[in-house]
Nanobody, 119 residues
């Protein structure tokens, strides 16, 4: 079973950038799809972006298209989320998640990392 560890959260001013990283331990991301989700205070957890480890195909939530970029590093076995043009509405705990390609739902989750965007 793959285990996930996120890093890179923090505090940034509106308009700024942050990069999050998700590292896998226990096995590689081969045959997995890896995604980022976020949960703002008092709200449900929502999809942000994901990537197929094998093909590199990506998907994004409409709210982050053109501002966020998800990518993978095969050598480091990590998935990154580059976040640009951040605004206070992006403030949330960001979670890395993974699922085997034939699974319908994400079932492996990291512990989360806080991203706070000040106005």
């Amino acid at each position: 079973q793959v285990q996930l560890v996120e890093s890179g959260g923090g505090l940034v001013q509106a308009g700024g950038s942050l990069s999050l990283s998700c590292a896998a331990s226990g096995r590689t991301f081969s045959n997995y799809r890896v995604g980022w989700f976020r949960q703002a205070p008092g709200k449900s957890r929502n999809f942000v972006a994901d990537i197929s480890w094998s093909s590199g195909s990506t998907r994004y939530a409409d709210s982050v298209k053109g501002r966020f970029t998800i990518s993978r590093d095969n050598a480091k076995n990590t998935v990154s989320l580059q976040m640009n043009s951040l605004n206070p509405e992006d403030t949330a705990v960001y979670y890395c998640a993974a699922k085997w390609i034939f699974e319908s739902d994400y079932d492996v989750w990291g512990q989360g990392t806080q991203v706070t965007v000040s106005s």
